[in-house]
């Protein structure tokens, strides 16, 4: 509730797109949504996932069919 209510999607966007630690990410959208005015609880959860790792879960489930 509290990060919609401060950020618009472009900023998360922006946020989310630069190459820095997940963590910094995290920090970041939570700082803007404060600066935003947001006076409701502000959580951030924030996980990655590789195209490469994806693929090769994908590999090793066709060979385990």
Known sequence: DGLWEGVSNDQIAQILAQEIPL?????????????????????VCLCQISAER???QKKTRYILD
Request: glycine share 8%.
């Open 23 to 43: 963590e910094v990410k995290a920090d970041l959208l939570v700082d803007a949504a404060k600066f935003g005015g947001s006076e409701d609880n502000i959580s």
């Open 54 to 56: 994806v693929m090769a």
